[in-house]
């Protein structure tokens, strides 16, 4: 979508529950199962209409199940504008069934061209000819695809691909899974996706954010889904405003809460500095940058609202002789991050995790290098690897991350029994208990040195200030990446770094308190 839903949709549902609300529908509504495929089908074909005006002769690709059956009545509602559509049948005439089947019997008697295309290779498709038609609707395979595209089903998702017309999908692209966002084999890569009722979870997690293209919701005729139906949450200005707050007049900085950075190592002072000034720029109300000895005395002028303690050290990078200091600068303080540029000389981590601080602990960058899946993290533990990160602690490749990131995400969060985010497009945020927020802010202009630093800096300062971890995680990304699509306004994508997000942070808290 081009813009941040509207509060009351950021509910996101999985494809289970998508048919167990359907379902509800009609045993507990008495609302018939072709009234709520001719209103599916309805609603979307007005959707065309308006997304798509000048276009006068369209195709429509069905498939055998209620997907099919749904692209039959946008059919049977375009010919009645005055369209010239044809159906394309991906399937044989005796696999129809139920509602999908009445809804092509009526498509077909109130004028639409049929074209069949059968795995033998009958049929009349080859009559096709793509430069015939201004857009296609891919009405192939619905929120029930569980099995990987293949045959003839993956042949024409090829050529519908090739074909260089716009297309507009009906629910779910065809080929993504309508849960996960997982491409199962082949999967439409569509210019609009018109989904029913509610966002699908698949349509909001990479690949399948990716296909879906813009987005926009048909709706069924049945009430919203309540706050508790839902597989996971899509981040808003106005929910990051209500988890935030407003300060209140009478406030001093102590109840913004004291942050922890221990960062920094020779070489990689940076790293430091920008998660100190991602905190402070996030209402942090103190912020104590901790760091090695012999690099303490580069931060003496570089942001005088820091706080810098040195810690004894060795050659320039934390060791054992670090955590007694260590440990003494985090008492009475009200989150801690670690990781940002420290290196992987020394393992500090494992000692720190081992005293269960009582404070929530953020662990990012090198610090995510002394981690084991085997071992489990205790007390108030945070991560937010990127997907390289991830898949070193899961035995895979960063690409195998990506092609499975929730569940990725979800394997990690369950062996480590910690906070989890997964950086990347349409970050996604799992709380201990297994909650699933999902961020759509950010652009590719943030895939640079420095962006997770900032994160981790904000994600401290909002838990600071006493939000649960999650949620903490959650606004921390979608103002990150806020920031993010502000300064790339300014400066453009390419130019982008790390300083350019930090300065954008100020706009990016004004435009969620208007």
Not at 266 to 291: E, F, P, Y
Request: proline share 5%; hydrophobic share 45%.
């Amino acid at each position: 979508m081009s813009d941040t839903p509207a509060f009351h949709r950021q509910q996101l549902i999985s494809a289970q529950r998508a048919a167990i609300l359907d379902q509800q529908a009609i045993r507990d509504l008495g609302i018939p199962a072709h009234l709520l495929m001719e209103n599916a089908g309805a609603n979307a074909a007005r959707i065309i209409l308006r997304r798509y005006p000048m276009a006068q002769h369209i195709l429509i690709v069905c498939g055998p199940g209620r997907n099919g059956g749904d692209g039959c009545v946008v059919a049977r509602h375009l010919v009645g504008t005055g369209k010239r559509v044809a159906l394309l049948m991906v399937v044989d005439e005796t696999k129809i069934v139920g509602d999908a089947r009445m809804m092509f019997r009526i498509a077909e008697q109130c004028g639409v061209v049929v074209h069949w295309s059968k795995p033998d290779g009958g049929g009349t498709s080859a009559l096709l000819d793509f430069t015939d038609f201004e857009l296609i609707v891919d009405a192939v395979f619905g929120t029930g695809l569980s099995r990987v595209v293949d045959g003839l089903f993956a042949e024409w998702i090829v050529r519908l691909e090739q074909s260089g017309l716009p297309i507009v999908s009906l629910d779910v692209p065809s080929g993504i899974d309508a849960s996960s966002g997982e491409c199962l084999g082949r999967a439409i890569h569509a210019n609009l996706t018109i989904t029913f009722q509610t966002m699908k979870r698949g349509l909001w997690i990479e690949p399948g954010a990716s296909h879906a293209g813009t987005i926009e919701i048909a709706p069924l005729g049945i009430p919203e889904v309540g706050s508790g139906d839902h597989d996971g949450l899509l981040l808003t200005r106005e929910w990051v405003r209500d988890e935030i707050g407003r300060r209140a007049a009478n406030t001093h900085k102590g109840q913004y809460g004291h942050v922890v950075v221990i960062a920094g190592s020779r070489g990689k002072s940076g790293a430091a500095l920008l998660t100190a000034r991602g905190a402070l720029r996030s209402g942090a109300g103190l912020v104590t940058l901790v760091v090695p000895q012999s690099i303490g005395g580069q931060f003496l002028y570089e942001q005088p609202e820091l706080m810098v303690e040195p810690v004894p050290d060795r050659d320039g990078h934390f060791s054992t002789c670090s955590l007694a200091a260590i440990q003494r600068h985090i008492e009475g303080k009200d989150s801690v991050v670690i990781g940002p540029g420290i290196g992987r000389e020394d393992d500090i981590i494992s000692e720190l995790t081992a005293c269960q601080i009582p404070i929530p602990m953020l662990i990012d960058a090198d610090g995510l290098w002394f981690l084991n899946i085997n071992r489990p993290l205790y007390g108030r533990i945070l991560i937010t690897p990127h997907p390289g990160e991830a898949g070193r602690l899961l035995g895979e490749t960063a690409a195998a991350v990506q092609a499975r990131r929730l569940s990725s995400a979800q394997r990690l969060q369950q062996a480590l029994q910690c906070e989890l985010l997964l950086k990347g497009s349409k970050t996604l945020i799992l709380s201990a208990d297994g909650k699933l927020y999902v961020n759509p802010t950010g652009n590719p202009g943030m895939s640079s040195a420095g962006m997770g630093d900032v994160l981790s800096g904000m994600v401290s300062a909002f838990l600071a200030r006493g939000l649960d971890p999650s949620i903490g995680l959650a606004t921390g990304a979608f103002l990150h990446g806020l920031a993010g699509d502000l300064a790339a306004a300014r400066v453009g994508e390419e130019s982008l770094v790390a300083t350019d997000l930090i300065e954008s942070l100020p706009d990016a808290f004004a435009s969620i308190s208007l």
